[in-house]
């Protein structure tokens, strides 16, 4: 069984920051991707950050130049740092864990709040 545990989320004024964790333990084999998405009241679920094995990233436009992605390969967690945190970014955010063998996994969300 792969559990997926996610911290950090909450409650922080415009400009503020927050950091994200995502801790995969279980068995999980040959992960290539972890990621953030998140999903905002009405909208679907988007990409937010996405960075592979190797370290190549992906960023949603917005949060380009505010939000940093990184992982610990050896304790499979996936880190998200935001910074300059406007309302728009209030959603629950999601961890998404892609491996080889067992596909797509996902965290149960963390509520992030920006209040403006």
């Known amino acids: 069984q792969v559990q997926l545990v996610e911290s950090g989320g909450g409650l922080v004024q415009a400009g503020g920051s927050l950091r994200l964790s995502c801790a995969a333990s279980?068995?999980?084999?040959?992960?290539?991707?972890m990621g953030w998405y998140r999903q905002a009241p009405g909208k679907q679920r988007e990409l937010v950050a996405s960075?592979?094995?190797?370290?190549?990233?992906n960023y949603e436009d917005s949060v380009k130049g505010r939000f940093t992605i990184s992982r610990d390969n050896g304790k499979n967690t996936v880190y998200l740092q935001m910074n300059n945190l406007k309302a728009g970014d209030t959603a629950v955010y999601y961890c998404?864990?892609?491996?080889?063998?067992?596909?797509?996994?996902w965290g149960q969300g963390t509520q992030v709040t920006v209040s403006s």
């Open positions: 998404r864990v892609l491996s080889t063998l067992r596909g797509i996994d």
């Open positions: 279980g068995i999980i084999l040959n992960i290539i991707e």
């Open positions: 960075i592979t094995t190797g370290g190549s990233t």
